[in-house]
């Protein structure tokens, strides 16, 4: 996920400032950015409890009861009713990763560049070839961490042919957009040459 430099914050404190910055875009106040922000910011299942935080905090507010969703079930992506712009909510249990990517997933074959990435880190342990093609999609789509990810498995040929010339490009879209890893990882082949 995408870091913001600084201090850390506490991930419940992440997810409540979600569900409040949600209520406050809600109410026409100009926080879009801040959403943005959070929401690159929280790992994908924190972005699921946020997402349950916010309809919770929206229900007390207006003094009704929390709306229970069950989860899903798509037989494949191709079903799912997901499509760009659709909040990532559609997940209510905790911890349901596989959900999670399949919401990711979704979102990404419909051109949204931080879900590309979230099912990219998602995949990261579990399929290295998969993961790379998520990463590749989310840097073609302009997501600096997906630049630097695909950059980084091109030079060392983790999960896809190793390309140093394609790996070093996409470092530098990274690096460019102020990406420090991918500086420092172009630092660290400059030197090793």
């Given at each position: 996920?995408?870091?913001?430099?600084?201090?850390?914050?506490?991930?419940?404190?992440?997810?409540?400032?979600?569900?409040?910055?949600?209520?406050?875009v809600?109410?026409?106040?100009?926080?879009?950015?801040?959403?943005?922000?959070?929401?690159d910011?929280?790992?994908?299942?924190?972005?699921?409890?946020?997402?349950?935080r916010?309809?919770?905090?929206?229900?007390?507010?207006?003094?009704?009861?929390?709306?229970?969703?069950?989860?899903?079930?798509?037989?494949?992506?191709?079903?799912?009713?997901?499509?760009?712009?659709?909040?990532?909510?559609?997940?209510?249990?905790?911890?349901?990763?596989?959900?999670?990517?399949?919401?990711?997933?979704?979102?990404?074959e419909?051109?949204?560049?931080?879900?590309?990435?979230?099912?990219g880190?998602?995949?990261?342990?579990?399929?290295?070839?998969?993961?790379?093609?998520?990463?590749?999609?989310?840097?073609?789509?302009?997501e600096l961490?997906?630049?630097?990810?695909?950059?980084?498995?091109?030079?060392?040929g983790?999960g896809?042919?190793?390309?140093?010339?394609?790996g070093?490009?996409?470092?530098q879209?990274?690096?460019?957009?102020?990406?420090?890893?991918?500086?420092?990882?172009?630092?660290?082949?400059?030197?090793?040459?």
């Amino acid at each position: 996920m995408r870091r913001s430099a600084g201090t850390k914050s506490r991930p419940e404190d992440l997810v409540e400032a979600y569900a409040w910055t949600v209520i406050a875009v809600d109410l026409g106040q100009d926080a879009s950015r801040n959403l943005e922000l959070l929401t690159d910011t929280l790992e994908p299942l924190q972005l699921v409890r946020a997402k349950r935080r916010h309809r919770a905090l929206e229900a007390e507010l207006l003094g009704e009861q929390a709306p229970e969703r069950p989860i899903p079930d798509y037989p494949s992506i191709d079903e799912s009713p997901l499509r760009p712009n659709v909040p990532l909510d559609d997940a209510n249990a905790e911890g349901d990763k596989r959900l999670a990517l399949r919401i990711f997933q979704a979102h990404g074959e419909n051109g949204h560049a931080i879900a590309a990435y979230n099912a990219g880190i998602l995949l990261e342990d579990h399929d290295l070839t998969e993961a790379f093609s998520w990463f590749h999609k989310a840097a073609t789509l302009g997501e600096l961490d997906g630049a630097y990810r695909a950059g980084l498995a091109l030079v060392l040929g983790e999960g896809c042919e190793k390309d140093l010339e394609a790996g070093t490009t996409w470092l530098q879209t990274a690096a460019d957009g102020g990406v420090e890893a991918a500086a420092e990882a172009l630092a660290t082949l400059a030197f090793s040459k």
